[in-house]
């Protein structure tokens, strides 16, 4: 199993291993929602996820202003704020897993909505050390 944790611990998610790959969203929403240039996402079946929420601080946030027209359901912490996971519209049971819950991130595989994504990105240099 692998372990994750929204930024207070008060909700811990457990898959059994993480995926090969990452998908990266650049639509306004999730960079938003995460104050970012993008959330990274595991998109995983609903049922092949554990969460331990003993304190009922998952909180639900219906989101249907989105590029695709559809409601998405974006869950929460309700203490600390944290980005859990985002319920995709429809039967799919599909959701996307937050991937910052987790210490390790897989590489992106693929990226959504990459027309968004920041221009300026690319002339990032992650080698010429840390801020």
């Known amino acids: 199993m692998v372990d994750g944790r929204c930024n207070c611990g008060g909700i811990k ?9 990452s998908a990266i969203c650049y639509c306004f929403n999730c960079r938003r929602t995460g104050s970012g240039v993008g959330s990274i996402v595991y998109i995983l079946d609903k049922k092949d996820i554990t969460v331990n929420d003993p304190n009922n601080l998952i909180k639900n946030y219906k989101d249907s202003d989105t590029k695709s027209g559809s409601t998405i359901t974006r869950q929460f912490c309700g203490d600390c704020g944290c980005a859990i996971m985002s319920v995709l ?8 897993l937050k991937g910052g819950l987790f210490e390790k991130i897989p590489m992106p595989g693929f990226k959504s909505f990459e027309e968004e994504e920041p221009a300026w990105l690319k002339y990032v240099k992650v080698d010429e050390g840390n801020l």
């Not at 998610?13 to 790959?21: K, N, T």
């Not at 519209?89 to 996307?96: H, I, N, R, T, Y």
């Open 89 to 96: 519209a429809g039967d799919s049971g599909k959701v996307a």
């Open 13 to 21: 998610v457990s898959i059994a291993q993480l995926p090969e790959q």
